[in-house]
């Protein structure tokens, strides 16, 4: 059974590269989901609940249960799939993606969750700012997010508004289902993270019953910054599951 590998925003499958490096199984995939560097099917809106669906279709052609990992809104699709249709699921894990009816998004969030003032962000992005926003918002490594800014098109930069004023609720809408999953979760989570804030992770690990929930001293991109640490937990997270 393959490890399929969820990015989060703004990122696309290469934020899972320096993770893949040190894992040792080779039946490990990172999705592109639609607008971030894959192309969006006609009529997809990029709406939370489409990205969802579309996770769950392509799952379902796997043909079998799969272990699903997720970072940032990876985190937050790939919970919601893994309580809908459990049975696509081997394992579950995920970090930095809060699903709580107590989180209150951040600022940047904010911004692109508002009409006009949202499109005004995008029009006037330039690469010096993105990158400067950041890391200084995020702590995103400086190659990293000079890495992402060119990645982030037109079609990326739509996504992403629509995603998120989608999911001003989220929250509220998807936390009750959590209690549904039946995977094996790990959380992991940057402590430092001030966007999304380490309560959330043990907010999330209580919701999903999570074996572990893994603080990790660093900021939100855990999967950048402490690449070793997340491949092995992953890896004995999977190995603990497979004994079960």
């Known amino acids: 059974m393959p490890a399929i590998l969820i990015h989060g925003v703004p990122d696309t499958h290469r934020v899972w590269d320096r993770v893949r490096e040190h894992l040792t199984r080779k039946d490990v995939e990172a999705w592109n989901l639609p607008g971030f560097g894959a192309p969006r099917p006609a009529d997809f809106r990029s709406t939370k609940e489409e990205y969802v669906e579309w996770l769950i279709a392509r799952l379902e052609q796997v043909g079998e249960p799969i272990d699903l990992v997720g970072h940032d809104w990876g985190c937050i699709l790939t919970a919601r799939v893994a309580s809908l249709r459990p049975d696509l699921v081997r394992t579950w894990a995920g970090g ?14 904010e911004i692109w969750q508002t009409e006009v003032q949202g499109e005004r962000y995008m029009q006037g992005l330039q690469a010096e700012a993105f990158v400067t926003d950041m890391a200084a918002g995020f702590d995103l490594p400086e190659e990293a997010a000079i890495e992402a800014v060119a990645h982030l098109d037109e079609p990326m ?5 629509r995603l998120y004023r989608s999911a001003l609720v989220v929250g509220q809408e998807w ?24 309560e959330f992770a043990d907010e999330l690990g209580a919701a999903m019953r999570a074996t572990r929930v893994l603080k990790l ?9 402490k690449p070793a640490a997340v491949a092995t ?10 004994r079960r």
């Open 217 to 225: 001293d660093c900021n939100h991109w855990t999967v950048l910054q």
């Open 157 to 161: 930069k739509e996504s992403i508004l």
């Open 233 to 242: 937990a992953l890896e004995e997270h999977w190995r603990n599951s497979a």
């Open 96 to 109: 930095n993606g809060p699903l709580s009816a107590r989180y209150v998004w951040h600022p940047l969030a």
């Open 175 to 198: 936390e009750p289902e959590l209690a549904k999953v039946t995977a094996p979760a790990l959380v992991f989570w940057g402590a430092l993270d001030p966007a999304c804030q380490i």
